[in-house]
């Protein structure tokens, strides 16, 4: 196999984080000196600050430790104010070091359960926000220790992976526990009984924002008790009677936004909750079946009301909350953002909008339905590519995940959908992915480096990403030390260098260096970027020019390496691929030679000849 695409979730709010702009400073106070060189200790404090805040926390830490006051700087607040762990290993030992600089931590984001056992080791009791996905550990006895400690709680989100081992009970505790609770949103809790509900109706009297996505059982009759909620959503809740929450849910003095999507909801609850509905101001229902199916639905009176469905012009019903005309058509989010629209209640239904939208995009994009090319090609991806600059960090990421799963037939077989992948490059797609890729989050650096892989599969996307610099980026997302940033970059390199016209680039970009030495960087317990970095040198290795280049940076040892010690066939198979390819060149080069000279090679080789794997025989 030439080339690898990935549809799923790799395993694996409002930036909080100082943004760098651009400080008009005079020369002397940089401490520039006449030979052009900068003393880097009369940087003002201020300038060093917004140094660190553009860097991530393994950068911050190196550059920590370079003098005491940068130690000291590289400790303010409002460094420590956002903590992404996901990327990173979390338990206890690491949460306790970390203590000492989290007395103001505010917002949390963590994956697993073993990081969620330690979040109360880091003596953070001013956080207002969790968020953690890579639930299906965590159990009620850890959630309830968490929100025990942790009584300043605002926002709660766990997801989008379904929470299996949480229950009501975990529900009623966050209640009791955390009484200033704004947002709470769940996935794929078993059963949301009346009590939990009913809790939280009782305790949290500011809770705005409820979402049980992808539950098996809620409680619709309890639900209408919590009488503070503005946005409501039951995205892919299965067990839902329609009939009563069409009889009990307008009766929400406060509900502006409700989200059916991914339901069986049917056009005649749709029609009551539009009609009855005083407060109801959007009513999201994308890929609905049932809904879908019903020819009545086409005549439904929607009171002024917004209905967000599959067979709707969605930009167009968005762009009637606004009274400019200038927001219409698929600009629509972007001159959101940039207006100067102080509505709070709007920007409030918007920023809601996005983290549903970006949840259900994703979603149907990994379900992948049948019936849908039409919604992706004239919709879907533009909505898709308008969420990508948002200003939630975890609706970007999401964002681009469903672009790099959307495009996707078959993962392996790696076959893309052409109309889809060309739409996306048709759009601007390709510059706003290479714009995130250089983002310093590493989660938004894996998620568009694996959309920007799979879309090169393409050979018109391919030839886009080279032009627009794509193989410098993909180059030095690769030498990233986040494992999943760095697999995801290899994968990029892999589809491109199928490509004849992209070998050259890839190795004047230092690209094969970068996946010679990931190969000895994760020589154990990184299966999927070892295949990658493998499968892009086995490319590579086909070219005269690039074996030449792979040989002399060490890629026959690695290689070999792979061969002998790696029991993943898909390794085996690429490291073998990329030894082969390196050693037909001939009398051309000396690889032929250098493969054979290498210590276990051979024996490597007539080892994998008797794999059950046909790929790697």
Known sequence: M?????????????????????LEIEVEDLGLERNGDVDWTSLPDDTVIQLFSCLNYRDRASLSSTCKTWRVLGASQCLWSSLDLRAHK??????????????YLQKLRFRGAESADAIIHLQAKNLREISGDYCRKITDATLSVIVARHEALESLQLGPDFCERITGDAIKAIALCCPKLKKLRLSG????????????????????????????????????NV??????????????????????????????????????????????????????KVLCALNCPVLEEETSISTTKTNGKLLLALFSD????????????????????????????????????????????????????ESNPQGLDNFWLKQGAALLLSLMQSSQEDVQERAATGLATFVVIDDENASIDRGRAEAVM?????????????????????????ALANLSVNANVAKAVAEEGGINILAALARSMNRLVAEEAAGGLWNLSVGEEHKAAIAEAGGVKAL??????????????LERAAGALANLAADDKCSMEVAIVGGVH?????????????????AARALANLASHGDSNSNNAAVGQEAGALEALVQLTRSPHEGVR
């Open 2 to 22: 030439t080339r690898r695409v990935r549809r799923k979730v790799a395993k694996k709010g409002k930036d909080d984080a100082v943004s760098l702009s651009y």
């Open 90 to 103: 979390f338990d206890t030992a690491t949460a306790t070091s970390l203590a000492s600089r989290c007395v």
């Open 189 to 224: 809790i078993k059963d949301v009984y009346a009590d939990a509900i009913n809790a939280l109706a009782k305790h949290c009297p500011t809770l705005v924002d409820i979402g049980f996505l992808d539950c098996l059982n809620v409680d619709e009759a309890a639900l209408e």
């Open 227 to 280: 009488s503070s909620v503005r946005f409501l959503s039951v995205a892919g809740t299965s067990n839902m009677k329609w009939d009563v929450v069409s009889h009990l849910w307008h009766k929400l003095p406060k509900l502006i936004g409700l989200d059916v999507s991914r339901t069986d909801i049917g056009s005649a609850a749709i029609s009551r909750l539009l009609s009855s509905s005083l407060s109801l």
């Open 314 to 365: 969605i930009f167009r019903e968005l762009s009637s909350l606004f009274a400019e005309t200038s927001n219409k058509g698929r600009n629509m989010f972007l001159d959101w953002r940039c207006s100067k629209n102080k509505d709070k209640n709007l920007n409030e239904i918007m920023t809601w909008l996005e983290w549903i939208l970006s949840h259900t995009l994703l979603r149907t994009a």
């Open 426 to 450: 048709r759009d601007g797609g390709i510059r706003l992915l290479l714009n995130l890729a250089k983002s310093w989050h590493e989660g938004l650096q894996s998620e568009a480096a694996k």
């Open 516 to 529: 010679v030495d990931l190969i000895f960087k994760w020589s154990s317990g990184g299966d999927g970027v």
């Open 558 to 574: 690695a290689l070999v390496m792979l061969a002998r010690n790696c029991k993943f066939e898909g390794v085996q198979e690429q």
